[in-house]
């Protein structure tokens, strides 16, 4: 299948931007940078505007999930924008009870642990997606010639949601389930990787850029059970806009072990946290992958000499890849102060260049 001709990589609008080209592997002077949860607690715009509406309820307001996306490219002049959302907003549109507990995260109204409950797991009904849809079309109709990167969470990460029914950092009976149960796993991992894959073609085709693969939990994972286990299923999930000509990038926390494996799924550009240096990514991948990443976002808060210095080593280490995209080793943490990101932004642009510090 083709992308609509009034898609911003048709026309020509995206195309040519830092970004998708770096995707695409081609090194870019300056770098293009943008940050993973940009849009959201560390903006005062952004508390103001979500006063008294539930986080869900604003990911699935059109008019104010495009807002919250493009109010960080306004102050921060990032290269793009990352679509406002959640990674459980797929269950919720299937039909799945699930909200977001304050200091917690996403809680679910009723765990799902047995071949019953798997088989008790709704269709996602295209339709549900409108709202989706015409938040991505609102946003790409104001962000011009800066792409919209579409989000989603991977199937393990979303199964975890379910499992556990909220977060573990430990994933017990996530992983319980797939060594004792692997016929269940596998139906769980099938239904979940359709549902987040269905919401990624959704925004896609309404006007995304690129698509990223979000991965939470999956560096609870050994290698061995990622590739035997849930790697078939992120590779379902990302064949839902495998036949879009739009670059895929997958990121996982604490997924230094697995960085091939998750490129192996289907992916372009591969995401790196901050526990390890780009050029070890770089050498992992074997040479031959656009990286993301990988500022630590606790240096965020440190005095801007050590912010600056950090800045500049990852970098050089990232220089030793085909292209680079700087962003953090993770999210925007919410107490950060916005002025260092437009001050890092601004950085980043000046020092790579060519003709900056």
């Known amino acids: 299948m083709t992308l609509p001709e009034q898609h911003p990589l048709v026309s020509g609008r995206t ?35 979500r006063e ?52 917690r995260g996403p809680v679910m109204d009723a765990p799902v642990r047995t071949a019953a409950d798997v088989a008790a797991l709704p269709e996602l009904d295209p339709a549900a997606l409108a709202p989706i849809e015409e938040a991505v079309a609102m946003t790409v109709a104001e962000l011009g010639e800066t792409p919209l990167i579409g989000f989603a969470g991977a199937p393990f990460t979303l199964a975890s949601y379910l499992v556990e029914g909220g977060p573990s950092r430990e994933q017990l009976r996530t992983r ?7 016929e269940v796993w596998d139906r769980l991992l099938a239904w979940t990787a359709d549902v987040t894959g269905v919401f990624l073609r959704a925004q896609v085709l ?48 604490g997924t230094g072990e697995l960085l091939a ?3 192996d799924v289907g992916a372009d550009v591969v995401g790196v946290d901050h526990r390890i240096p780009l050029d070890e990514a770089n050498r992992r991948l074997g040479g031959g992958t656009p990286l993301q990443g990988n500022i630590d976002p606790a240096l965020l808060s440190a005095p801007w ?33 916005p002025d260092v990101l437009t001050r890092l932004v601004d950085f980043v642009h000046t020092s790579t260049s060519g003709t900056g510090e």
């Open 15 to 49: 195309a040519d931007s830092s970004l998708i080209r770096s995707y695409r592997g081609e090194r870019t002077a300056p770098l293009p940078v943008w940050f993973m949860r940009q849009a959201g607690r560390s903006l005062p715009e952004y508390r103001a505007l």
């Open 52 to 103: 008294g509406v539930a986080m869900l309820d604003s990911c699935l307001t059109p008019a104010m999930a495009s807002e919250i996306t493009l109010q960080p490219v306004r102050r921060h002049r990032v290269d793009a924008a990352i679509f406002f959302s959640d990674i459980v907003i797929p269950l919720k549109l299937a039909g799945i009870g699930v909200e977001i507990v304050a200091g």
């Open 176 to 182: 319980a389930l797939m060594h004792s149960e692997p």
């Open 206 to 253: 309404a006007g995304a850029s690129a698509a990223q693969l979000f991965d939470s939990w999956a560096g609870s994972l050994s290698l061995t059970d990622y590739r035997e286990r849930v790697a078939p299923h992120s590779e379902r999930a990302l064949d839902h806009v495998r036949d879009l000509p739009v670059p895929r990038v997958h990121f996982g926390v």
């Open 261 to 263: 494996a998750m490129r």
């Open 305 to 337: 000499p050590v912010l600056e210095a950090h800045v500049r080593d990852v970098i050089t280490r990232g220089g030793e890849a085909p292209a680079h995209v700087v962003n953090l080793g993770h999210g925007v943490p919410p107490e950060t102060d």
